[in-house]
């Protein structure tokens, strides 16, 4: 082997990405026509994250020598990560057909699974990958995330265990009993394994956001919320949008039935609140629990400067709404200045209700689309809601805003949705 | 001596000639301040009085070789040193002239007879002159590391040198150079102290933080300060170590260091060759780490007058075993430049280009967290838009403030990505508390 590659792959194992392709270009003027360069080249730039640019290098390294079932693997990734699923599955087929022996094919393949909420398959290909080589710590810890998501707790535990007595000193492997024990409402046990997968690896993300979802979850009201968010978790996407549809036509038929039957409305009235709240609150608890996360010694840090920005608004939002309500409360029938009591129960009611798309857009990942496109959405339903909170003869502008902040629900939620399924 | 002390003891000597130790004090005196035409003078009057007197020889001998007058002064050496009980000082004062007359084989011989007879007489000085004159050929300021080409002229070379920059030319950064002074300066102005205190001198230091900070620029201005020669290792030749001859090449480094003491010897991006066990996971064998410690621990040759300096981005993939005392024990922390250090940089930057009125302060104002590395991406962005509009007008326009700061908004700091990792590890994987500067410097209260 050319002393360029054997350079490369030193710099490459140590992450010195820029410098590893540079040793990779000049491995190539030796020798242009070698599928083991494009390939390691598309490996660089897979761990550079800079998925579009890996696909160039790892067709021609497959082109070049189609018979290294390495080939077929690593471009079955870049497709993965470029989302094209269909187009790295049949990679996959093709690669396991010349070596059918590949750990790692199968754990790209639990990972698409995975990634296409099909528990199941994902479950099935670790355990495959795993008949090859039980010790593979990425499989165990793809066959732990499998059975969390099937609701199979118990033995994702024992998957765990085993994971950290073959290598005690894997972040991952600690990251993913953290959320093992979050699944079991156990997060005291679950702080101390995150807090450790954090001291093996500062920069585990999972850990990260592990950590910060359990010291939220010691209080029971965010507990709530988030044991409902593990539970739509669990559930595959088609199945997710059934489930919000048909909770907002049960709610719809309650309220019909309150109109009709005023007599039961003591039995309606909660469940209508209820449905309300809890609507309300999966838009809002992340960023409200983070705003006050941020007051926790150890939660703060583990906040990511996206997040605080997140929790700054809402926090600001939310300072803004006490104030208004203070001020609704304390002003006499006939109002201040011309704000009448009605034009501040406006304001109240439209910042209050402007949390859910400016906590939506947060909820899309820094510098997507859909970021783009929720902020927006938020900058023109605020425009429509404050307009006629200031110019009260523009009143009608209210009910495009009440409309705006209906449709918002299901619009944020499609776009949301599409923008989880790319890298 | 103060200089008024001198003449008081001139006057006391033209007051009583006769005065043997007065006329030797003030014979020493004058060497001291380097008077050396008068001093020659005052020994010579001194030697008629006690002709036997060696000090006085020696004194004498000096005054010659100070004043160029080798033939004279080895003349009375050759009689000191044919008596049966030489003092030790001779052999050194011997080794000097034969230097300064460039026969530096025999001043290593004299030198070291010096050495032999005491110890405490040992002048890293002059040692380092006497091995720098013994390897005058040019192929010798090199170390060959063989092994890696085909032929010998593929093979890597590391050269060293005698840096001309001080502490002085490096901006700012007063708590990193106190370190510095404290481990490294101090030990070898002042040895006797720590032979005292039985404290070894040498050992290293680790330098880290973000690129472009001036790492590799304070090392190389450490070995400026003390004089001493200075030796680079990159990142180039760490990764031929894992790949080629490695140990042995390592060992020929250190050997080298040692030969030419007192000797800087610099590991540029030291993580690359003392990488975690757990990151290096495919790379078979962890010789060449043990190696390292080894040569680092002095264990076959002793490491006296080998001052070791590393710098690295990532301490964290850095061993554990490294930090260990006396190996690298002091690890310092080289932040950005602050304000001033700023405004410094710039101006050096800009020193012989065409300015009007810059006003450095304010630019420095408005980059915090700009690396050295940054301000001159911003000097250089400034530059090719001036230039271009020079080209326009057809008349040389100079650099005004205005051009810096619009060249600020095309560059963003680059330590930012290195702070929030440095942050996240100093958060969460700090135990020994390594990592507290990089807290206190961004202000984060744990």
């Known amino acids: 082997m050319s002393q360029h590659l054997d350079r490369a792959q030193l710099l490459m194992e140590q992450r010195r990405l820029p410098e590893a392709e540079k040793e990779l270009a000049q491995a190539l003027q030796e020798n242009p026509e070698s599928g083991s360069v494009f390939r390691l080249l598309a490996l660089c730039k897979i761990m550079g994250q800079n998925y579009p640019a890996a696909l160039a290098p790892a067709q021609k390294a497959l082109a070049l020598d189609p018979d290294d ?122 702080i101390a394994s995150f807090k450790e997968a954090l001291r093996l690896n500062p920069q585990n993300n999972h850990a990260r956001a592990g950590l910060k979802e359990a010291i939220k979850a010691k209080n029971p009201l965010y507990r709530g919320i988030l044991n409902y968010f593990l539970w739509m978790g669990k559930m595959q996407s088609g199945k997710q949008w059934w489930f919000i ?179 | 001596m103060e200089l008024n002390d001198l003449e008081f003891l001139l006057e006391a ?44 020889q020696m004194g004498l001998a000096t005054a010659f070789l100070e004043q160029e007058k080798h033939g004279m002064a080895s003349v009375i050496m050759e009689d000191i040193l044919a008596l049966d009980m030489p003092p030790p000082q001779a052999w050194i004062i011997q080794a000097r002239i034969l230097l300064a007359m460039g026969n530096a084989r025999d001043a290593q011989e004299a030198y070291d007879n010096a050495i032999t007879l005491d110890p405490n007489l040992a002048d890293a000085y002059l040692n380092s002159e006497i091995s720098q004159k013994l390897d005058t050929e040019p192929e010798a300021s090199k170390v060959r590391l063989g092994g890696f080409g085909e032929t010998e002229e593929e093979d890597r070379i590391i050269e060293f040198e005698r840096p001309k920059v001080s502490f002085n030319d490096v901006g700012g950064m007063e708590k990193v150079k106190e370190e510095i002074r404290l481990k490294i300066i101090h030990p070898l102005e002042h040895p006797e102290i720590y032979k005292a205190y039985g404290k070894k001198i040498g050992g290293g230091i680790l330098l880290y933080g973000p690129p472009g900070c001036g790492k590799t620029h304070l090392a190389r201005a450490t070995a400026g300060q003390i004089k001493s020669n200075f030796m680079a290792v990159g990142i180039n030749e760490i990764l031929d170590m894992w790949l080629g001859q490695s140990e042995k090449n390592l060992h020929a ?15 540029d991006e030291v993580d690359a060759l003392g990488a975690n066990r757990s990151d290096m996971r495919m790379s078979a064998g962890r010789h060449l780490i043990n190696q390292f410690l080894n040569e680092l621990d002095g264990i076959e040759q002793s490491n006296d007058g080998v001052l070791v300096l590393a710098a690295t981005n990532a301490p964290w993939h850095l061993d554990p075993a490294f930090r260990r005392p006396g190996r690298f024990d002091r690890i310092i922390f080289v932040p950005p430049p602050d304000e001033a250090g700023r405004a410094a940089i710039l101006e050096i930057h800009l020193r012989n280009k065409p300015v009007k009125d810059v006003d450095y302060l304010k630019i420095a104002q408005k980059t915090p967290g700009f690396s050295g590395a940054d301000l001159e991406a911003v000097i250089d962005i400034a530059i090719e838009g001036k230039m271009e509009e020079s080209m326009r007008k057809g008349i040389p326009l100079p650099i005004e403030t205005n051009d810096l700061l619009k060249a600020l908004g095309k560059h963003r700091a680059t330590t930012t990505e290195w702070f929030s990792t440095a942050k996240n590890y100093a958060l969460f994987s700090n135990e020994s508390g390594q990592y507290d500067e990089v807290l206190k410097y961004l202000n984060v209260k744990k």
């Open chain 1, 69 to 190: 079932p390495s080939n077929h693997y690593i471009l079955a990734v870049v497709y993965f990560y470029n989302n094209q699923s269909e187009q790295a599955k049949s990679l996959i087929r093709s690669g396991l057909n010349l070596n059918p022996y590949m750990p790692n094919m199968f754990e790209l393949a639990g990972e698409i699974a995975m990634h296409e909420d099909r528990w199941e398959e994902a479950l099935l290909n670790a355990e495959k990958g795993l008949e090859i080589d039980p010790e593979d710590t990425e499989l165990v810890n793809l066959r732990a995330r499998a059975l969390l998501k099937l609701n199979r707790t118990a033995e994702a535990e024992a998957t765990m265990n085993y994971a950290l007595y073959t290598d005690p000193h894997n972040s991952m492997s600690h990251a993913n009993q953290g959320w093992v024990a979050v699944n079991q409402n156990n997060f005291e046990q679950a």
């Open chain 2, 13 to 56: 000597v033209k007051a009583s000639p006769d005065n043997l130790p007065l006329r030797k004090l003030l014979a020493s005196a004058l060497l001291k301040n380097r008077r050396f035409a008068e001093a020659e003078v005052e020994y010579k009057e001194a030697l008629r009085m006690a002709p036997q007197d060696l000090g006085l």
């Open chain 2, 253 to 267: 480094i250190f050997q080298k260091a040692r030969q030419i003491k007192p000797c800087v010897l610099f590991f």
């Open chain 1, 245 to 423: 549809i048909g909770l907002y036509f049960l709610y719809r038929i309650v309220i019909s039935l309150n109109k009709n039957y005023p007599a039961l409305s003591f039995l309606f009235v909660p469940l209508i609140v209820l449905y309300v709240l809890f609507a309300f609150s999966t838009w809002i608890g992340q960023p409200v629990s983070n705003f006050f996360l941020r007051f926790h010694p150890l939660g703060k840090h583990a906040l990511s400067s996206d997040e605080n920005r997140a929790a700054n608004w809402v926090g600001a939002q939310l300072l803004a709404l006490l104030c208004i309500a203070i001020l609704y409360w304390i002003a006499p029938e006939a109002g201040w200045l011309g704000w009448s009591k009605d034009r501040l129960f406006f304001a109240l009611l439209v910042v209050g209700t402007m949390l859910i798309p400016v906590s939506g857009s947060f909820m899309a990942p820094v510098g997507s689309n859909a970021r783009k496109q929720l902020a927006w959405y938020a900058i023109i339903l605020a425009v429509f809601g404050f307009i006629p909170v200031l110019f009260p003869a523009a009143f009608v502008l209210l009910g495009v805003y009440g409309l705006g902040i209906f449709a918002y629900a299901f619009v944020a939620n499609y776009i949301l949705h599409r923008a989880a399924r790319r890298f």
